[in-house]
C-alpha cells in the first residue's frame, strides 16, 4: 500500500462526518458558537500514564504529546524510544507530519487567493504547462477548490508510481509521470460532485501553486507561511538545526523504517516538524492576530465544502465540524514510518498535537481523548500488540501474546479477521513466509470461514514453495 493517510479522516465523529463524501455541498462558515459547555482535560499524571501504556502496550514505539490550553500554557509530554541513536524524544524532537501537510497547502491557496494570484474557482489546468491534459467531465473541469477539498474526482493515489523502492513510494515520482497519469485518467463523477480524499489532488494543487509562483512548493511554503509564523523547526528538507533531533520511524511491528523522500507531489505530505512548532502553528489558528499569514489561517479554516447531513464539511485542508456545540477543526498523517494528529476546539482555543515515530492506528482517538477526558481512547487492534511480541519475543511469543490477549483483555483490543492478517502480510513482507503461515493457521482457528485469510495462507504457502498446501487453501 502507498497511502499517506490510511484513515484519512478526522478523530471525532465530527470531524469523520466531513470525510463521509455526502454530495450537495454548499459553502459556509466555521466560526465558533458564542457559548458551549466546557469539556474536562486529563491532568498531567494521567496524561503521562496514559503515554506510558500506550508505549508499553505495543500500540507506538514513542510519542511526543503537546496540549495548548485555553489560557495560552502549553504542556508537552513524551514517553517511549526515538530510535536508534537518535536523541531523547521532547518536544524539539522532528517527525514526519505526513498528511497534516495538507492543511499548510490549503492556508497556501488562501494566502495566494489574498493576493490576487489565483481564484479558488480557477482550473488547476490554468497553472500546469500546454498541452498537458486534465480530466475533466459533465462540461466541468477540476478546479482549485476542488483539489483542496477532496472533491476532484482524482483517486487517493495515481496508478504510475514507480516500483524502484516500494519502501519510499514518491521518491522518483516525476512531474511527466504526474502530468502522464492526469493525461489518461477518466473522472468517474463530476468535479465537485462529492468526496473522495486524494493524496494526489493535494499533491498536483500543490505542484501547481508553485508553478503559479514561479518557484519550488518548499521555497513558497517557508516565505508565505511558514516563516512568517515563526516555524523554524518545519521543513520539507530539513535544517542544520532540524537534523541532530530526528527521531527514527518504525514499521507496524517496530522494526526501522526509512523516512520518505519527495519529488513532485509535495503538498500532499512532505512536511516534518516538531510537537513545539505545531502548538505554535495551532495558537496561531486561534488567535485574532491580522496579519497576512493570520488572515489566511482564517480563510482556510472556513467551511468551504459542507455536507448534507449535519454541520461538517471541510475547509482548504481542513477537516470541520461540530460536537457538542463546540466546532473544531482537525487532520492526521500517517507515513510508513510515522502517525501524527492535530486537533483544534476553536470554540473552547483549545488543541493538542500528538506525533509518533510508528507506522500504526495504535493511538487513533488519542487527540480527542486528550482534549476531552470523557472521550474514550479506541481499542487498537490486536495485531499491533502481536507484532510488537514477535519482534521482542519471536513466534511463539507473538502466538502466546494473541491467546493470552483474547481471554484477559477482550474490552480493550480489536480481535477482527485483519487483526492477525495484517500481521501475517507484515511477516510475508520480511520474508518470514513460515511464520506467516503460522500467524495465518491461528487467524484460520478463530475465522474457518474466510475466503480473505485462506487466499492470504495460501500466497503464504506459495512464498514457502508449498505449493500444494498453496492450492489446497485457495481451494478453500
Not at 187 to 207: A, K, T
Not at 442 to 460: C, I, Q, R, T, Y
Request: with cysteine; aromatic share 6%.
Amino acid at each position: 500500500m502507498r497511502t499517506i493517510s490510511h484513515r484519512s479522516c478526522f478523530l471525532l465523529a465530527a470531524l469523520s462526518a466531513a470525510c463521509a463524501g455526502l454530495p450537495g455541498a454548499e459553502q459556509g462558515t466555521s466560526r465558533p458558537p458564542q457559548a458551549a459547555p466546557e469539556t474536562p482535560s486529563l491532568s498531567d499524571a494521567e496524561v503521562r500514564a496514559t503515554l506510558k501504556a500506550l508505549v508499553e502496550d505495543g500500540r507506538t514505539v514513542g510519542l511526543v504529546v503537546g496540549l495548548l490550553d485555553s489560557d495560552g500554557s502549553r504542556r508537552v509530554f513524551a514517553h517511549g524510544s526515538p530510535g536508534s541513536g537518535a536523541r531523547p524524544l521532547n518536544g524539539e524532537s522532528v517527525f514526519e507530519i505526513g498528511s497534516i501537510t495538507k492543511v499548510f497547502t490549503g492556508i497556501l491557496l488562501a494566502d495566494m487567493v489574498r493576493r490576487g494570484e489565483v481564484e479558488l474557482a480557477d482550473p488547476v489546468a490554468r497553472f500546469l504547462p500546454p498541452g498537458v491534459r486534465v480530466p475533466s467531465r459533465g462540461g466541468k473541469e477540476i478546479t482549485l477548490l476542488d483539489l483542496a477539498t477532496h472533491r476532484s474526482g482524482l483517486p487517493l493515489l495515481s496508478d504510475n508510481l514507480p516500483e524502484k523502492d516500494p519502501r519510499n513510494p514518491y521518491a522518483d515520482y516525476t512531474e511527466e509521470l504526474l502530468y502522464e497519469f492526469l493525461s489518461g485518467f477518466e473522472l468517474p463523477r463530476d468535479p465537485g460532485e462529492s468526496f473522495e480524499y486524494s493524496n494526489l489532488g493535494v499533491g498536483l494543487l500543490g505542484h501547481a501553486l508553485a508553478l503559479r509562483a514561479g518557484t519550488n512548493f518548499e521555497a513558497l511554503l517557508q516565505e508565505r507561511v511558514l516563516t512568517p509564523m515563526g516555524m523554524n523547526h518545519t521543513a520539507i528538507t530539513p535544517t542544520p538545526g532540524m537534523r541532530p533531533r530526528q527521531v527514527r520511524g518504525h514499521d507496524r511491528g517496530g522494526y526501522p523504517w526509512p523516512d520518505f523522500d519527495w519529488l513532485t507531489l509535495h503538498g500532499a505530505g512532505a512536511l516534518r516538524s516538531t510537537v513545539n512548532d505545531m502548538l505554535s502553528f495551532a495558537a496561531a489558528n486561534l488567535s485574532e492576530d491580522t496579519t497576512a499569514v493570520h488572515a489566511a489561517l482564517r480563510d482556510a479554516l472556513q467551511m468551504h465544502r459542507k455536507s448534507t447531513e449535519g454541520d461538517h464539511g471541510t475547509g482548504l485542508g481542513w477537516g470541520i465540524g461540530v460536537e457538542g456545540g463546540r466546532v473544531f477543526a482537525g487532520h492526521d498523517g500517517r507515513t510508513y514510518g510515522y502517525s501524527s494528529q492535530l486537533l483544534l476546539d476553536l470554540t473552547g482555543r483549545r488543541a493538542v498535537v500528538v506525533l509518533t515515530n510508528s507506522y500504526s492506528n495504535g493511538v487513533d482517538g488519542l487527540d480527542a481523548h486528550l482534549l476531552d477526558a470523557t472521550v474514550p481512547l479506541p481499542a487498537a487492534s490486536a495485531g499491533l500488540a502481536v507484532a510488537t511480541a514477535y519482534r521482542t519475543g519471536g513466534l511463539d511469543a507473538a502466538i502466546l501474546r494473541y491467546r493470552t490477549l483474547r481471554e484477559t483483555a477482550p474490552d480493550r483490543w480489536i480481535f477482527d479477521e485483519s487483526a492477525l492478517n495484517t500481521v501475517g502480510n507484515w511477516l510475508l513482507e520480511r520474508g518470514a513466509a513460515g511464520d506467516a503461515i503460522a500467524i495465518f493457521r491461528l487467524n484460520a482457528e478463530v475465522f474457518p470461514e474466510s475466503p480473505g485469510l485462506h487466499n492470504s495462507l495460501g500466497d503464504a504457502y506459495s512464498n514457502a514453495h508449498l505449493l500444494n498446501e498453496a492450492l489446497e487453501s485457495y481451494r478453500t
